[in-house]
Antibody, heavy 116, light 107 residues
């Protein structure tokens, strides 16, 4: 299975920005999802990027504030998050798209806390 | 956007029981539905994709069915390791969305 490792989480104040990284163990022709989970809550799909970066999709809750991108040479996908609010506080997971719109490999998650 | 509704939210059962979790979509998603298991503090684990295809390495006691707007996940004989939270996810075009989860508890 492909290994994914997230990094870049931390504590930020409302209105600030943060960029998360998801590094994969190998470059493949895979799409990558970001999924988040607020404390004590369920899973929320956040964004998706196609293997070549040609297509990107976002949840309505983050559209216009978050940007997903990828660097194929570094086998890394990024999630740039701007104008953060307390509602963005969550563990953020990156996950490999299985090819049938399901995610079969997940990272361990990185925690983002937005608090003043 | 497509809304996913799971039922029940909580399910109490015993080892050896057969249990079924239901997921309903607000509009047809054909068979673009996946089921995940999540344990506390861990990432989700894919069980079923495309509504009824068993992910490699997942025990055969797990099965999925359905198409259109109604789907089910069945565990034929509960094992101690199965007590966890289960989520459905649709991805019939973007944005994708998850159900709110079903917590499977020991009776």
């Amino acid at each position: 299975q492909v290994q994914l490792v997230e990094s870049g989480g931390g504590v930020v104040q409302p209105g600030e920005s943060l960029t998360l990284s998801c590094t994969t163990s190998e470059f493949r022709s895979d799409g990558i999802n970001w999924v988040r989970q607020a404390p004590g809550k369920g899973l929320e799909w956040v964004a998706f990027i196609w293997y070549d970066g040609s297509n990107k999709y976002y949840a309505d809750s983050v559209k216009g504030r978050f940007t997903i991108s990828r660097d194929k040479l570094k086998s890394t996908v990024y999630l740039q998050m701007n104008s953060l609010t307390a509602e963005d506080t969550a563990v953020y997971y990156c996950a490999r798209d299985h090819g049938d719109y399901a995610s079969d490999s997940w990272g361990q998650g990185t925690r983002v806390t937005v608090s003043s | 956007d497509i809304q996913m509704t799971q039922s029940p939210s909580t399910l109490s059962a015993s080892v050896g029981d057969r249990v079924t979790i239901t997921c309903r979509a607000s509009q047809s998603i054909r068979t673009w539905l996946a089921w995940y298991q999540q344990k506390p503090g861990k990432a989700p684990n894919l069980l079923i994709y495309k509504a009824s295809s068993l992910e490699s390495g997942v025990p055969s006691r797990f099965s999925g069915s359905g198409s259109g707007t109604e789907f089910t996940l069945t565990i034929s004989s509960l094992q101690p390791d199965d007590f966890a939270t289960y989520y459905c996810q649709q991805c019939n075009g973007y944005p994708c969305s998850f159900g709110q989860g079903t917590k499977l508890e020991i009776k």
